[in-house]
Each structure stands twice: as structure tokens, then as C-alpha cells.
DNA sequence: TTGCGGTGAACAAACGATTGCTCTATGTTA
DNA sequence: TAACATAGAGCAATCGTTTGTTCACCGCAA
């Protein structure tokens, strides 16, 4: 059992309230010059570090923090995690990590107990549109961040990426390389990413020119299987796609897969553009052209709007959101692989 | 502020003591049908939740546990963890995710936090051979259990895979192929997996009375960028190799890297093998030739090694070790991944 | 000698829950 | 009717800190 504050006030002969003073140099009280020293090296030599738990319950505060997400196996994740730390650990803060494969079902139930927890802020990158957990975490005035998908316009604290911005440079730059046929592995429509990169593809479209065919939009979701089964659909119309724009990098992976074993080439037989520029995209062969959105920064910013939120008291639903790059690789222009060597990928931080 | 036991014990008119006998069903204490009834619809009514922070104090359990990684942008991690949380959520605890980067400082850092705030137990990865991080939560009596690296050997509960039979299997698969100049990316000598796969590189090599040339021997450490400096080095060899070992499949894509912009063909010019499996394996061009581990599983028995030292609060050193398979993809031979189309990877659970 | 200011440290009340024990009715039995 | 068992619920201590308040004491000035 590690030291109390009882029992070193017991070995040095005075009362716990004094320990705990010198241990926090209290800045209010006095304490004797004698005293204090005597304090202090039994507090070194103990190794004293006072019970989190109790300051937890004495503070209200227990300098934990929580990130709610999908699935950390998706690279998106891993990054965006990364970024949450390198903010939150340097103030004093761990992080709790929470998957929740998309189920709303297990979001709620991590959201209950984050909160029974009394974690001092949450960062939830799994919400949908209008997410009833979302109202939950407001009503409950639990501090919290959106990142990438977002639940109502404008109403939370968010970070993320302008995604029909995103969709239409992958959009566009597939109709500048001259192709009319081009497939949508798209998004959820209770996802605000799914909703707005197909707004962004349909924008591009009709500012082309170019009729949008129902049957080249499928409902994908974000990770690979759905990329796969919805790819798999689309080369079976009679008039299939030349071109795919995907939701994201998982569903584009998804579509290269099905893509190598029916023999296309990519890009002269199917030219594919994806969403994010996770680590891997630039490591596949070839290279997966893609809207380039600085994960990591998601995750450093989302975690100072947190903090500001939890130090100051007020939720102000700030939004930052980022201007994505299109990157482009040799998955949508042959022979772009050999360009980008040694070209690091950009970030444009915004707003 | 959400509901504590005291208010609803006011406005129910009893004792908090009997909502709280209520709340928690307690078995040895009688409560009357009417009153219970009474509270119950109260609980309910607010949804009440205990506060996970004083019940932690009085119970001395806060059902936290933590995971220490060096890198969660590693795929390696990213499934480590979540056969953690699998193991560890259904039984009411969350998980608190620490990343070191590989620094000793950091991972000392991290410890003492959790110590102080009193996680219920560490599942560490990170670890060093002799570390002293590992001595100092032996000496804490902290539960831990350690996963895929050991500290001393038979010491520590630990959960991993036979590291020099996996080496010893990539090698000697190298050396079927007929490859005689087989150079080694090493992992550092401070790491257990580092020294047994050496051991096990070495084995085979004698096995086959192939002299180690000590040029073949780079080290490389464990990710990427270690394995591309290791590789150049290998490269400018006199007599460079004509395949590789890697310690880990992120030191053997470091290695493709180089491979891909000498324009040497894998496995033509070069074969490489690595170790993990990691998803990524798979996915490369051509495919990695690597070594199995179910990572998955390091985790989820890892998890319920931990919990059971937790429960029984018995410390015993058990050591799960798995028995690793070789897969063998197109980086060793060509034309192999096409025999692997829809087979996926086996798993070995031994011991 | 009395009174006062100030110093240094103890006191005690929280924070919110848990739990062994005590106490008071009520009902049962002799 | 008296003694006693039992159900039902309150009491109070405790977990380990924090922090506003009180208290004892010393030295100094009047």
C-alpha cells in the first residue's frame, strides 16, 4: 500500500493538513522553515504522491480524459490519437481509449460510464447526425469535442475538415483527367462525412456538366469489407465506373483489392481517389491519390479546445475546420508515384 | 452536477445508507418491499449513477486499467489494444492508453502517474530487458502483466510469442529458397524480441553451417525509418545480401522503401521476410512473407491474465507463449500471393 | 502586568459512497 | 402480560485529500 498523508503526519509529528501544504506548497499558509524541510524529506524519502483518487473526489477533477472513436485499428485513429495525447499528457492529463465499432449501442454504454467515471472531458469522433448521445454528453454538461464527423451544424465544439471541399477536389481532379463515369463508394447518410464528401462529389458533378447516374453512387461505409462489396456492385453495371471516388482510404483499400483480383489496372482500367491520406496510402502500389486532412493536428487541437473548455467552465461551440490538399499518387495518374518521392505530404492548418 | 446518494435520500426520506443498499441490491440487509419499490422508481427516475470516484476510494478498485505501447500509430498496437478492450470492457473496466515512444523517461512518467492514480492494474509492452520500470511495479504491487517483450526471463507474467522460433523459422525459409547472404535488420539488444530474434537468425544459419558474416547484421530497431537507414547500409555492402530478415514488418517495409527506389524487384533481386503479420503484411506489393502472431490474442489473454491477478490478487508468473507460423507471401516467392487469394491468416494458439 | 499582533499548526468539515453495528418498533410466544 | 426474536432503517466510521477557520503561544509595546 502506498503512503497516506495520515501516516506521514504520524512520523513527522503533525497534523495531515500540514503535509499536505508543504506537499502542495500551499501558497496561503505559513509553515515554520524547520518544519518544512523536516516535511519535505520525508515526502522524498517516502516517494510520497498523494492518492489521485481522493484529490479526485476533493477537486472534482480527475484529470482524465476520454476519446470515444470507431475502431483504433483504422489508421485515422491511431493518428488522431496520437495528437489527443501529445496535448493532453503534457498538462497532467491520461486519456482513456474507447472503441465502439459504430454501434451506437456501445457508444452510449461507453458514454455512461465515462461519466459515471466523472472523466473531466470527452473527444468523440464516432457521433452521427443528430446523435442522441451527443444531446446526452449536452445535457449531462459533460465538456466535449467533435472531431471529423460532426452531429448538428454548428452546434458543437468541433474539429475537422471542410469534406465537401475535400470531395470536390477528388471530384473535379477525376474530371480533369477526363473521366465522365465516375463511382461514389459513399458514406452513411447519418454520418455528416458520409452526407457532405457526397455533396462534394455532386457539386463537382453538376458544375461539370455531368448528369449524376443513381447507379454509380453506393452506400459503402467507411472501412474496407463495405469498400469491397460496394466496388464489387459497381463493376457489375453494364456500364461500370472508370473512375471511383471513395469515401475514404479504408473503402478505396477495399476497392484496390477487388480492382487487382478482377485484373483491372489502376488507374488506366479504374482510377481511384480516397479521403484522409492515412500513413498507408502512400505506401500502396500504387500510390492512392487522396484529400490529405492533418489527423494528428485534429487530435492536438480537439484536445486544447477541450482543455480551454474544462479550465475555463464555458462550452463555446467553436468550430475549426481545416482546408483540405488533394495529394495525388499514381491511383489516379500513372507514374505520379515517381514524382512524389521524397515529397513530404503538406498540411494546411486554416481558420 | 448529476445526483448523489444523499439528495435522493432526502427527497425519499431515508438514510443514504438505505438507498445505497437499494441501489446496489445488497444481500445482507432487509429493506421493506414498499420502501424499495420506493427507491427504485427514485433511482430510475434520475438515473442515478454512483460516483465512479468515491466508490473508488472506499473500494479501493477504480476498474481502470492502463496499456503501455510505445506507439498506437503502430498497427502492431492497434491490435494489441483492442484484444484488450475486448477482454477487459465486458467486465466493466475502461482502459487507459499510454504511448512512449519507445522512451525509458516517458514510460517512467506514465507508470508513476497511474500509480498514483491508482489503475487497477498495467499491461505493459514497451519494456526493456532489466528495466527498471518493471522492478519498480513488481516492488509497487501492482498488477501487470507484460506482452510480446519480456524484462527477465520467467520473472513476470507475460503473454508473447517464441520469438527465437519465429526467427528461426523466417530464416530457415530463406535458406531453403537458396539464399546463402541473408542479412539481418536487428532489433536493439536492450529489447528482448531483439535479442531472441538475432538468436534465432543466428540458429538457423548455423543449423544450415552457413558462417554469420557480422556485416549482415545491422540493427535497425523496430520501425520504418530504422529499417530504410539499416537497409541502405546492408546495400552498400561489397557483397550485399540477397535476402533479408527483419525484426518486425515495419523495419521490412523500411526495407521495401530502399529496395523499390534502388529498383531492385522483390523477391527477384531481394526477398524479405518480417514478423508480426500485421494487416499491412498483406497488403503490400507483392505481399510480405512474415511470421504470424496473433496479436489479437496477446491482448485478450493478456487482459484476462491481468484480471484474474487482480480478483485472486496472486501474483503468478505465467508466461502464455505462442507458437508463431511462417506465412509466405510474394516477398520471398514469386508469384505467392496468388496461392493465398481468400485464405486467411491462421492463428496458433500453444501451450 | 495587561493586551495585542502575528506566527505556526491543529481542527474539522467536506467530497460521495459503503457497510458493520445499533436501535426501535412490531409481532410472536410462553 | 412479559419476554424475546426479528424486520426495517438509521448511525457513524471510513476511504485520502483539501482548505477555511480556530487556537495556542510567543514577543513586544504600553
Not at 454528453?137 to 475538415?161: A, I
Request: positive net charge.
Amino acid at each position: 500500500m502506498p503512503v497516506t498523508l495520515k501516516e506521514l503526519a504520524a512520523r513527522a509529528n503533525v497534523h495531515p493538513s500540514t503535509v499536505s501544504r508543504v506537499a502542495n506548497s500551499d501558497p496561503g499558509l505559513r509553515i515554520a522553515a524547520t518544519t518544512r524541510t523536516r516535511i519535505e524529506a520525508l515526502l522524498r524519502e517516502t516517494e510520497y504522491r498523494p492518492n489521485g483518487v481522493a484529490r479526485g473526489l476533493k477537486l472534482r477533477q480527475t484529470l482524465v480524459l476520454a476519446v470515444v472513436i470507431p475502431d483504433i485499428t483504422n489508421p485515422l485513429f491511431g493518428a488522431l490519437f496520437r495528437g489527443i495525447e501529445d496535448g493532453a499528457t503534457p498538462r497532467g492529463y491520461q486519456v482513456l481509449l474507447c472503441n465502439t465499432d459504430g454501434i451506437p449501442e456501445r457508444q452510449r454504454a461507453h458514454l455512461h460510464s465515462l461519466a459515471a467515471r466523472r472523466v473531466d472531458g470527452v473527444i468523440l469522433a464516432s457521433t452521427f447526425l443528430k446523435d442522441p448521445a451527443v444531446r446526452w454528453l449536452r445535457h449531462q454538461r459533460t465538456p466535449y469535442v467533435l472531431v471529423n464527423r460532426f452531429s448538428e451544424e454548428g452546434v458543437d465544439p468541433f474539429v475537422g475538415s471542410d469534406d465537401v471541399m475535400g470531395a470536390t477536389l477528388a471530384t473535379q481532379h477525376l474530371i480533369g483527367l477526363g473521366h465522365v463515369r465516375i463511382g461514389h463508394l459513399a458514406g452513411q447518410p447519418t454520418v455528416s462525412t458520409g452526407v457532405l464528401r457526397r455533396k462534394g462529389y455532386h457539386a463537382a458533378l453538376a458544375e461539370a456538366g455531368i448528369p449524376a447516374d443513381p447507379d454509380l453512387l453506393v452506400e459503402s461505409g467507411f472501412v474496407e469489407e463495405g469498400g469491397a462489396q460496394a466496388m464489387e456492385r459497381l463493376l457489375s453495371l453494364s456500364q461500370p465506373p472508370t473512375a471511383i471516388y471513395a469515401v475514404t482510404d479504408m473503402t478505396a483499400i477495399g476497392a484496390y483489392g477487388v480492382a487487382r483480383k478482377r485484373g483491372l489496372r489502376i488507374p488506366e482500367d479504374l482510377a481511384i481517389v480516397g479521403y484522409n491520406d492515412i500513413p498507408l496510402a502512400g505506401r500502396l502500389i500504387p500510390g492512392l491519390t487522396t484529400v490529405h486532412v492533418p489527423i494528428h493536428e485534429f487530435g492536438s487541437v480537439a484536445a486544447r479546445m477541450l482543455l480551454e473548455q474544462i479550465e475555463t467552465g464555458v462550452l463555446t461551440p467553436r468550430r475549426v475546420v481545416f482546408a483540405p490538399q488533394l495529394v495525388v499518387r499514381g491511383s489516379s495518374v500513372a507514374g505520379a508515384d515517381e514524382q512524389l518521392v521524397g515529397r513530404p505530404a503538406q498540411r494546411s492548418p486554416v481558420e
